[in-house]
Structures are given as C-alpha cells and as structure tokens.
C-alpha cells in the first residue's frame, strides 16, 4: 500500500518535471521566431506545443533511462527517483524566474546525483559519466552550435544580399517557422521519452510490469501531454532572454540559428553525443551574432553559462535534502510532505514572477526596456 | 612504466572526442547544405517574382528543385528522429 502511494506521487512528480522541462525549453525552438515576428507568440507556443506532444508519439524505443551511466542503476531507489525529480524541479523553476535557460536533463541528473550520495554514498556515483556526460558537453555544446551557426548565416547573407530585403526576408520567415518546427518535434521525441524513461522503471521496480515490459499506452499520452501542456505555457521569461537578450535578430539570422540548432542535435542524437539542446540552441544565437558582426551581450551569455555549470551541484543539493528529509520522515507521509514543500516553493517563484511579468504581449519588447526582468533581478539580488 | 602507458592506452576516455568531431563535421556540412538550399529558393523566388517569360519560368523551376532538396533534408531529418 505504501508503496503504490509512493508511486502514485513519483508518477505525479514526474509529469510536473514533463511539465517544467515544456515550458522551460519552449524559448529553445521558438524564441527566435517571436523575436524575429515570423510568428506571434501566441501561435508560436501553440505549434510548438503541438509537435511537442507529435515528438512524444513519434519514437517509442525507451532507451532514456535516468543517470544511465553516472549512477549505480542496481541502487536507484523510488525515493531516490521522487527526490532528484524534485531537485530538478525546483532548478527549472528557478532559473526560468531568473530568465535563464538551462538544461533539465542536466538538472534531473544532478538531483538523482545528490540524492544517491546521500543514499549510498559516493561510491555509486560513476564520475567519468558526470564529466563526459554533463559537465564536458556543457561547455562543448555551444560552441559547437556557435560556430555551426557563424557560418550558415554568413553564408545564408552573402547567397541573398543582392536580392530585395522584404521578399528573401519573407522567404526566410517561412524557412524560418520550418526549421523552428523541425526542433520542437526533436525535443518531444528526446525529452518526453525521457519522463516516459522514468515512469516505466518506477512501475518495474514496483512489479506493476514486468522487467521487459513496454511503455503503457497512458504514460505515453501522460507525458506526451504533461509536455505538451507545459510548452503552450510558454516560459515567456527565457523566451524574452534568447531572443532579445543575446543579440540582435532578424529573419535570415532565425533561420540559420534554428538550422543549425536541428542539424547539430540531429547530428548528436545519430552519433549518439550527449548534447543539451539549451545549450546547443543558446550557442546558434550567440553564433548568428558572430557571424553578422552584431552586438553579442557577453555578460548575458556568461551568466547562461555560469548556470550551466551550476545546474548539476545545485539540484544535487536539492536532491540531497529532499532524499534526506523524505527518509526521516518516512514512508508515504515522507514523500507526500515534501512533494507540498516542493510545490509550495514553485508557487513563492511564481507570485515573485508577477512582480515584473514577462507574458505574451510583452515578451518582444527590446532588451533593457522597462519590461526587463531578468537584468532587473539580478541587480535586485545583488544589491 | 609501460604498465602505466598500456592504463592509458587501454583506459576509456572521459568523452567521446571522435564522436564529438563527427557531429562537429556533419553538423556543418547539413546546417551549409541547407541554408545554401534555402537561400538559393528564396533568392529564385525573389527573382521570379520580378521577371517575366522564359526567365521567370526557369527561376521558378529552379527554385522548386531547390525546395525539393530542402524538403528531402527535412524527412531525413524526421527518419533520424524516429529510428532512434
């Protein structure tokens, strides 16, 4: 009985990490089709909602198993699963009150890390996983993407410079809302699975399937939706910094950006390199920047990395208070008390986010403006 | 000392590099070839619309076969999704 219990709150828990990892990375695929105006927010959420929940029907082989390769899978617990959900939650929610994207992969990982520490101890971490497959291609991924980026959009303004600015702008708006899709359906079909990843294996380990046993039909169009859902929120904040607050952009730079952003993650998903796509789409903007010699906010793109680096010691903190808390506790009652502390955090996020409200109607006013959240923020912090 | 060398020769790298390389390489040569495709489409687009004739014609037939080669990149790209 305990158990389903535990279950059940696993089960919710992680179709509202589904939830975040939708809004989170809403700004991923279509914060440069907002800025540039190729679509309005509204529609642009929408699309992007769509071939999210599309993505997430679009390949069922599960192979997404959680921390696979940086913790001991034999150890992985319910508990230890609930709590590094959790770190990754409340990461998400953090850093989209911040404005700054950030990996939720990574972020799921570092809770799962923390919490195993304190469950078994460092011995069940696999390091070299962490270095090869968080902290490594955190640093890699974007300049990948940047350079990638730099040279298609030099390439995409020298092929259509002679050429009458309000037509190739037109055409490049179009291409523009193609590639934008193309990301959005990549992301369904990566990050979905993953939340899919989760719940299979709590239902295994609570022998409500068998070990070889598939995906049941309902958590596909759990997380499917649960993602889905998330991304028509629109994470409006991250949305404002990626397409406002890095540089400058105009049509035929969305489209090269969110080119290379496909082409880079299609790339890596076939070779099987783990790269964020926060990381890889936030690079491609910072590398149309580069390569149209535009103004690119340095300060800006080094806090985004500075939370990169961060995202994994922090929801492990996290991870590791919630695990602990939850055990001295005990039992259901221990998993459910902090699953409302979890929630009662992200409702704090959320009022604080009303203070300077970034939404639809004004998530393309220009950087520095009087809708200026994120900078505002971090001054309001650090004074 | 050689039993070190053979550690390191045997040892498994922190990150794939080759891997990485491979997707640094294919990465740029896809995200070229398509932003070529479609600027040539839009450039022959643009073009059309201000020509008449025979001109107008090829541009357009050009511009379709650009398109084509843009649409082939864009199932590809759904193929590698789904095989995954």
Known sequence: ?383 | MRSTALLLATAKPLFDWVGLLKVFGISIAFALVTVVLVSCTVRLSAAATSSVGAKRFGALALAIVFAAGVAAIVIYGIVIMMSK
């Open chain 1, 1 to 383: 009985m305990t158990n389903n219990i535990v279950l059940a709150l696993v089960v919710v828990t992680a179709l509202g990490f589904d939830f975040t990892n939708g809004f989170h990375d809403t700004a991923n695929a279509m914060a440069t089709s907002i800025a540039t105006k190729a679509l309005k927010p509204k529609v642009a959420v929408g699309l992007s909602a769509v071939l999210n929940l599309v993505g997430a029907f679009l390949s069922l082989s599960v192979a997404a198993t959680i921390a696979k390769g940086i913790v001991n899978a034999d150890l992985v617990t319910l508990n230890v699963v609930f709590a590094g959900l959790v770190g990754a939650i409340i990461w998400n929610v953090a850093t989209w009150y911040f404005g700054t994207p950030s990996s939720s992969s990574h972020a799921l990982i570092g809770g799962v890390v923390g919490a195993m520490l304190v469950h078994a101890g460092s011995s069940s971490i696999k390091w070299s996983g962490v270095f090869g497959k968080v902290l490594i291609p955190a640093v890699i991924a974007p300049v990948v993407a940047a350079i990638c980026a730099a040279l298609a959009v030099f390439v995409a303004l020298q092929i259509t410079k002679r050429g009458e600015e309000k037509t190739t702008g037109a055409g490049f708006k179009f291409a523009q809302i193609g590639s934008a899709s193309l990301v959005s359906l990549a992301h369904g079909t990566n990050d979905a699975q993953k939340t899919m990843g989760i719940i299979t294996l709590a239902l295994i380990a609570n022998h409500n399937l068998g070990a070889s046993a598939s995906v049941p039909l309902w958590v596909v169009i759990a997380c499917g939706t649960a993602i889905a859902l998330g991304t028509y929120f629109g994470g409006w904040r991250i949305i404002h910094t990626i397409g406002k607050g890095l540089t400058e952009l105009n049509t035929p730079q969305g489209f090269a950006a969110e080119t290379s952003s496909a082409a880079v993650l299609l790339a890596s998903t076939h070779f099987g390199v783990p790269l964020s796509t926060t990381q890889v789409c936030s690079g491609s903007v910072v590398g149309v920047g580069i390569g149209t010699g535009n103004k690119v906010r340095w300060r800006v793109f080094g806090e985004m990395v500075a939370a990169w680096l961060i995202t994994l010691p922090s929801a492990g903190i996290v991870g590791a208070l919630v695990f602990w808390l939850a055990n001295a506790i005990g039992g259901s009652a221990g998993v459910a008390v902090m699953l409302g502390a979890m929630v009662v955090v992200c409702a704090i996020f959320y009022v604080l986010s009303r203070r300077t409200p970034v939404n639809a109607d004004n998530v393309n006013n220009e950087w520095g403006s009087d809708h200026e959240p994120i900078e505002a923020s971090f001054e309001a912090t650090a004074a």
